[in-house]
C-alpha cells in the first residue's frame, strides 16, 4: 500500500534510515548500496518503498531506485528468501551486478551474503536466472537528464537529490531545460 | 477507514496507480476504466477508495468516481468475486453500463472479464440483479456544474481534474461562477 | 493510535463522515448527536477519535466532543456492547442525557436504541451507574470561552467550528480577546 | 515502521500525550520521565516513537530522547516485562539513573516500580546488566550546543523545543551560530 516515502533525512544507521515525512518519521530498512547512494541527513531523500505486514508487525522497506525494489521483490519470491536475506544480498552489490551473478550462475559469489547458504543461492539462480529484466540504470524508455542532473549538482545538490528531482514526472514534463531546472527546484525545496 | 486520496500522479500501469499524498506515495489498485479517466503523471488527481485489510496485507482499491467504487463493493458482497475479479469485471465497461449488463442478466458479457465463470457470473445476476441504484454520472440532486467545468479545462486542466475539482464541496458552495473558478483553481493548486 | 482528525468535511451520511486531512479522506463512523454538531460539507471539522483494529478491519469513530467519545469507551467496555450499538445508544440522545438515563436506571429509555434489548440495557446500568463521572458540556475547570465563539461566528464560522478552535491549546494560552481571536483564525484557515 | 512524531501538543495525561501533526492526533503512551521534559499544550514537540502492531491493537509508544527510547526497547526484550511494565519502570527515574541501578544490581529500586516484582527485577538485571551502553545526556560523538540552546530558550522556546531543534540534523550542519539559530526557528516554525 505504500510504495513511496519522500522527506527529510533524519538518521542513516547500519540497515535502516530514519525519514522524516511531514512530521511522521518512518523507519525504512534498506541495503548498504541504497545507504551509499542516499545523501546526509538534513537531505532531502526519495526512496520507493514495500510494505511488509504481519501479525505483530508493520515494516517498510524502501530503495533508492525501482530496479533495486524489483529486484529486493523477486528475491522475496524465492522460497527460504526472507526480508534480511534479501537485504543481505542487495548489500553485496548493484542491482545490475547482482542480476549477472544470478544469470550467471556465480552461486559462490550468492552465497556470500549472510544467511544465505548455497543451496538458497542454487534456488535463487533456478527461480530467477531466466526471469530478471536486463537491468538498465532506467527503464529502456526513459533515461536519466544528465544535462538536468549536472546543473542541479552545480547548484549544490547531491548526485542522488538532482536524480530523483530528475526522474519526477512534473520535471519530465517540463518541455525546456530552464523549465525543467525550475521545476526541479520547486520539487527539492524543503516541504 | 482511508475513503478518499488526493494528490499528484505519480505513475500509470495496468492494474495500478502511484500517488502521492504530501511525500507518501500510495499504491492504488484500480480498473482500466478509472485508468482511462485519469491524467498523467504529474497532474493532481482525486480517487475514492476502499482499503482491505488482511493479517499478511493493506490493499487499497480506488476509483475515479463513486458509482465506480459502491459498485466495486457491492461485487465484492457476491460470494465468489474477490478484489481482482471485481476489478476485471469493472475493466469491462464503465459502470453504467456493467449495470445494465447486471440487470439484463447478460451473464456472457460478464463472464468475459479474466477469473469470472458462467457460474459466478450468474450468481452476480441473481444477487445483484434487484439491488443495483440507477447508475447515473453523479447521484440525481448534484448535476455536474458542465460551465465550471468548461472553464477549468479551457484553463489547461484535463478533464478528469476538472470535475474532481468541480464537485469539491467548497467549490459547490460558491455562490458566482467566478467565485466557484477561483475556489476550485484553489483545490487544483499543488498541495 | 489514532485520537483526532482535522481536516475538511466531505461528506456526511447516515452514520458516518468523511473528513480530507492533507490529501488522506478518512472515513469516521459517528452517531447522529455528533452528525447534528457538524457544519456542512466544505467546512473545517475536528473529531476526537478511537481507532478498532481487526484482523480483517481498521475502523475509526469519531464524535464532536470528548465527552461522547468517553461514554462511547465505557459503553464498549460493557459485554455484549459493540461498536454499532454503542453509536445507537449515543444517536438516542446527547452524552449528559444518556448519563442521566444510565444512572436513573431508565432501561425503557436505553433499550430503545437499535439492538439494545432489556437484558443489554440492564447490564449497562449495572455496569456503568456508578462510574459516570458528572458529565458537563466541558470538563468543570475548563468553560467555552462564549465570547470567543460568538466573535467567530459573527465573522461566518458555524457554532462547531467557533466552538472547536475557541477550545484548541494554542488559542487558550493566547492573553487577550484579541489575541485569542487572531490565534483561532489562524486554526480555522484551510490547512 | 514509525520512528517518531513531531507536532503541536494537544494534551497530556497521566501515561500518555497527544500530539497532532498535520490533522492527525496521534496517541502516544509515554513515561512520567518524558511528561517532565514535554512543554505545555500548544507547544511543538518532537518524541522517538516504537509501533507496537497486535491482532486487535496499534499502540504508539514515544519518549523525550533516544536513551530512553532504546531503553525501553532493552526492557521489553526481558522475558515477563511488557510496555506497561518497561513505562513504570522510566517513570521510576532517568535513563542513566535506571542504567546505574540495572548495572547496581538495585534489585529494590527497581522493584518499586507497579507490575514489577523481584523475580522480574533480577531477571532485568541478570539479562541487562552487561548489555546496557554507558548511557551519557546524547551518544559521544554529538554533544549539545549549550549555546544555541541559551538562544533559543532566550527567544521563549522551553528547554525540551530547544534541544529538539537544536539536535536536528538540518540546524547541526549550519556553519555559525547565527545560521544554526536561524536553522532551528526554521524547525520551530509551526507546521
Known sequence: ??????????????????????????????????????????DL???VTHLIVREDELALYGFATEAELELFLSLLAVSGVGPRGALNLLSLAAPDRLTEWIRGERIEELARAPGIGKKTASRIVLELRGRLPALTEVQAGEPIDQELVAALQALGYTAQEARQAATHPEVR?????????VAALRQLAPP
Open 45 to 47: 531523500v526519495s526512496l
Open 173 to 181: 514534463r517540463a518541455p525546456s531545460l530552464e523549465e525543467r531546472i
Open 1 to 42: 500500500m505504500i510504495r513511496g516515502v519522500r522527506g527529510t533525512l533524519v538518521a542513516k544507521r547500519s540497515g535502516e534510515v530514519l525519514v522524516d515525512v511531514q512530521g511522521v518519521t518512518f523507519r525504512v530498512q534498506t541495503s548498504a548500496t541504497t545507504l551509499q547512494e542516499l545523501g546526509e541527513p538534513g
